[in-house]
């Protein structure tokens, strides 16, 4: 996925949360839900500019986009440049790990899933939020712009191929929240 669509439109992107407050509060409150108490192991891949990992206390980020990086350090997330597909982070070194809205980005969503298992401590937790394909809110996304300016270069994917994926990953799924449209996956590493 080329990230030039997000060194473009981030201010847009990040402005969406703004305007979008109800539903973003919605996503929050249903990812905080699931997501382990974060601690200083806690981390946020595909960080974006922030405002998921700001709110629930995770404190670390990895994102490819230099510009979603400038918004992110603003809120006080220390970043990892890179991409969710070649971490630079060791073995089994964090806790829990937070994805969201990302997977439909990823160049290699199983290499990344795999990346994810490999750094989380034995028994951490994945949580995976998304946007699922065949559902009509990414098309009313797309006609509002912000967010949807960068949902257009998305690929879509069904609750049961991420489930499919972190199961080949060696993830053991252990919640599902699917209602609305946004899909929210907590996931085990066996």
Request: a negative charge; hydrophobic letters at 45%; proline letters at 3%.
């Amino acid at each position: 996925m080329p990230q030039d669509v997000f060194e473009e439109y981030a201010d847009d992107y990040d402005r969406w949360f703004d305007e979008h407050r109800d539903e973003y509060l919605a996503e929050l409150s249903r990812i905080r839900r699931v997501l382990p108490a974060p601690d200083s192991r806690s981390i946020e891949v595909g960080v974006g500019s922030g405002r998921f990992a700001e709110q629930l206390g995770i404190m670390l980020g990895v994102e490819p986009s230099r510009a979603l990086c400038r918004i992110a350090r603003k809120r006080g997330i220390k970043l990892i440049q890179g991409k969710a597909e070649a971490l630079l982070i060791k073995d089994d070194t964090c806790s829990s790990v937070l994805l969201v809205t990302v997977i439909c980005y990823l160049d290699d969503p199983l290499a990344a899933l795999c990346e994810l298992h490999r750094i989380l401590f034995p028994e951490g937790v994945l949580i995976v939020a998304f946007i699922e394909r065949g559902k009509q809110i990414h098309l009313k996304y797309l006609r509002e712009g912000g967010k949807g300016l960068v949902l257009s270069h998305a690929r879509f994917y069904s609750e049961e191929e991420v489930i499919t994926s972190l199961e080949i990953a060696g993830f053991a799924v252990i919640e599902i929240d699917s209602r609305v449209v946004f899909c929210v996956i907590a996931a085990r590493k066996d």
